[in-house]
């Protein structure tokens, strides 16, 4: 979300083996760099165990630090359960569709996908089902994953999250905020802002930055701010946009404060040292986590989470300077 999509690999490099990244993940702390087409240490027997192969592929842009957790709760789960598993990652919904396809003529066992542009997403989807390969969903398209025909879905209720910070903002007597949209047509980031005009008695409104350049996302703000000295409030979407805001409030000589959707470890310093009034925490570890462990219950014991009706959601909770401290050793360790 934060640089220009990585290259596609071609298809023929798809199958990755990582148990043995996932256990570094896992027990040293280690992280995915976030941008990977395909993360690997490739072993050339991958599958021969007849382990169960599993591809997540995501939308999340090169060097995201979201995409790292959700990437290093995949691979927990995966080392866990034995799983061969693939991570591959692309924002563009064209290519991501294509790793989708990659996935099915590599004959996975399972599939773990993300549906921030759904329209995207159903013909691979699609393929998939019809060679026989179970999909589940995650993180994006809580309102698309039953119609796109996954068998599962582990994430957050995104319109209920940005209602949930409309009352938060009520709460705290802000009376104009600026949703900042980091990716225009994403539905799950559409969804937060809209949750929160519609609980949120103040003004609300938003503003589309280019989320894959933080100079120029930076930049729009501190404009904004700027231009209109009413705003008090920004809720960004993303952790790495907040801390950004941060700096942006400081240029325009503002006096609004910064919230924010999702943290991580340096979100987590910036709540406990006041910078950032607020984060909601939709566990992107977990859902990594539960995305790849869902594939291998249903797989080896016929289990489908919610019944194929019901998502598993996974937040919305609020992180606050008064509880920061519960997630903070978590953060450090780089799994929240």
Known sequence: MNTSS?????????RVAVLAGALCLLLAGCSGSGDARLDSDTDAAA????????????????????WDLVHKGA???????????????????????????????????????????????????AEAKAAGIPVVGLNSGIDAWKSAGL????????SLAGRAVGDKLDEIRAKHALCVIHERGNVALEARCAGVKKTFTGETENLYVEGTDLNAV?????????????????VT????????????????????????????????QAVQGGQVQFAVDQQPYLQGYLAVDA??????????????????????????????????????????
């Open 6 to 14: 990585p290259p596609r690999a071609s298809s023929g490099s798809f």
């Open 47 to 66: 599958g021969a165990d007849g382990s169960l192969r599993v591809a997540l592929i995501a939308h999340g842009g090169k060097g995201d630090a979201f």
């Open 75 to 125: 691979g927990a789960a995966a080392a866990k359960d034995g799983i061969d598993l693939t991570y591959a990652s692309d924002s563009d919904p064209t290519r991501q569709a294509q790793l989708v396809r990659d996935a099915v003529r590599d004959k996975v066992d399972g599939i773990a996908v993300t549906l921030a542009k759904p329209q995207a997403m159903k013909g691979p989807v």
């Open 151 to 158: 068998l599962e879905y582990f994430g957050q209720d995104e």
């Open 218 to 234: 930076q930049a729009a703000v501190t404009a904004q701010l700027r231009q209109d000295p009413t705003i008090d409030e920004v």
């Open 237 to 268: 979407l993303g952790a790495q946009f907040a801390l950004t805001a941060v700096k942006s409030v400081r240029a325009a000589g503002s006096r609004a404060k910064v919230a924010t959707f999702d943290l991580d470890k340096n979100l987590v």
């Open 295 to 336: 594939l291998w219950l249903y797989r080896t014991n016929g289990n489908v989470s919610g019944g194929g009706v019901a998502p598993v959601l996974t937040g919305p909770a609020f992180v606050t300077r008064s509880n920061v401290a519960s997630v903070a050793k978590f953060a450090a360790a780089g799994t929240r």
